[in-house]
């Protein structure tokens, strides 16, 4: 049953056929709030059973789904995130669709591209049917998209509104590989996800589970691949060397193209700096949806059911069909001077071209900053240092932190703790300034902008560690 169906005495809108004079009808009453709920209170929910949603969201056009409720254990670190979009929400649908595989694995970005888009628009298509559905069935449903877009104004924080990775694997759609990405059972990870907020409750026997293995087969082959280092062979990962060259044509790369335009002084000066198929690249992004750079650690998985044969049947077969042709692919990779991903391509990949950029992850404040701090951080060129940094920042945020730097790892601690080798006292937008390339580290110690104790050298160390 629908509201449309219940004879409650109230008017309807005039009906218009297009070709006549519309039905002249008495003026409608005033309808009032009691009313209203009066109405509401008589339009009953369509059950819509766990079974019910599930073949719903499969003739929809999903792939796999799972159901799993939001107060369920495993969902906490997506509670808040959930209720901030759908305040009530009970249970998450997640549901994969798959990938053509040939053209994710393509040399040619064009090919590629226009498989991750199309899928992500097929994705967004399925959650929208199925959150319309359970509206016509009396439930509140939400469908965030697939991808973009995202909440810009929150740039360079997190722009995301839910995060689908963990909901999936949640739902039994797959568990996380070392290349950070879902890897489905029988589809490998040539898969994009979508997830489906709604107020409809299932019981805990109608939920899916995680699955109890990994898919991943700790090949090893997306480490190989990654033309920046971003993936480590003991299961680390490095988000700035990723994003830097992945996304260029996204989010900070794009800010940090804008910049390239406005800092030029004239044509020949952007042209030294921005190459005319790079300028192209750009324009393309902005017509036909932007470039995925790489996403090389997709293409070469071989794990999930359908994908594994080829690989168990001739593993050298499969590198050289898939893995080759893109390692040896000559092409411009975008690395931030001094990190570990430019080391990386000029050690791994001779033949690509290195094209220094600023990654675009400069923190908006100095909450960010040491928030951030881990995701930029260059392991390798600090294998050798040893120090220990205090930092009190003043003036539009008030804050402090201790950084441990030991030969190649990192720890930030709240507060000032222990005997530092280097304390900074700084006026806080100052030193974001200083981050960011806009000011002058001299300029800011000769303004009492900024204030250090200890060696000029400790401080050149320590922002080599975190290049951006």
């Not at 008017?11 to 005033?30: E, S, V, W």
């Not at 441990?404 to 990192?410: E, M, N, Q, S």
């Not at 937008?429 to 060696?455: C, H, M, Q, S, Y």
Request: aromatic share 8%; glycine share 8%; with cysteine.
């Amino acid at each position: 049953m629908t509201a449309d169906d219940i004879d409650d005495g109230l008017p309807r809108l005039p009906i218009f056929d297009g070709t006549k004079q519309p039905q002249h009808r008495p003026a409608p009453k005033k309808l009032t709030l009691t009313a209203y709920q009066d109405r509401a209170a008589r339009v009953e929910k369509i059950p819509a059973a766990a079974e019910e949603i599930r073949a719903l969201a499969l003739r929809s056009g999903a792939d796999d789904v799972g159901l799993v409720s939001v107060d369920r254990e495993d969902m906490a670190a997506q509670r808040t995130d959930i209720e901030e979009l759908l305040p009530g929400a009970r249970t998450a649908i997640a549901f994969v669709v798959k990938m053509n595989r040939g053209n994710v694995r393509a040399p040619a970005r064009s090919v590629a591209n226009k498989e991750f888009h199309q899928s992500i628009d097929e994705t967004n298509e399925v959650a929208r049917a199925i959150a319309n559905e359970l509206e016509a069935r009396g439930y509140r449903a939400v469908s965030p998209p697939s991808g973009f877009p995202m909440e810009a104004d929150r740039f360079p924080g997190k722009i995301w509104t839910i995060s689908m990775k963990p909901i999936a694997v949640a739902a039994g759609l797959g568990q996380m590989g070392i290349h950070r990405n879902v890897i489905h059972p029988k589809f490998g990870n040539f898969i994009l996800i979508g997830v489906v907020l709604t107020d409809a409750e299932i019981t805990d026997d109608q939920q899916a589970q995680p699955i109890d293995w990994n898919p991943c087969l700790g090949c090893k082959l997306c480490v190989a691949a990654c033309p920046v280092g971003a993936i480590k062979t003991d299961g680390g990962f490095d988000f700035a060397a990723c994003t830097t060259h992945n996304y260029r044509e996204f989010l900070g790369g794009f800010t940090d193209w804008v910049g390239q335009v406005a800092d030029s002084a004239g044509r020949a000066d952007y042209n030294q700096k921005v190459t005319a198929s790079e300028t192209v690249s750009v324009w393309q992004s902005l017509s036909f949806g932007a470039n995925y750079k790489a996403a090389y650690c997709m293409s070469v998985c071989p794990a999930g059911e359908d994908v594994i044969g080829t690989y168990l049947a001739d593993r050298q077969q499969h590198v050289a069909d898939v893995v080759r042709p893109l390692t040896e692919k000559a092409e411009p990779v975008y690395v931030v001077a001094g990190s570990d991903a430019e080391a990386h391509v000029r050690a791994r990949f001779p033949h690509k071209q290195v094209r220094q950029v600023t990654s675009g992850l400069a923190p908006a404040n100095v909450e960010a900053f040491v928030a951030g701090s881990p995701l930029v951080f260059a392991a390798k060129a600090a294998k050798d240092v040893s120090l220990r940094v205090h930092f009190a920042f003043r003036g539009s945020s008030s804050l402090q932190a201790t950084y441990v730097i030991d030969h190649g790892t990192l720890q930030i601690e709240p507060g000032r703790s222990g005997d530092p080798d280097l304390s900074v006292d700084a006026d806080a937008d100052t030193w974001l300034a200083i981050t960011r390339g806009e000011k002058n580290p001299v300029w800011a110690v000769l303004t009492r902008k900024l204030r250090i104790k200890g060696a000029v050298r400790d401080l050149k160390t320590f922002q080599r560690c975190f290049p951006v």
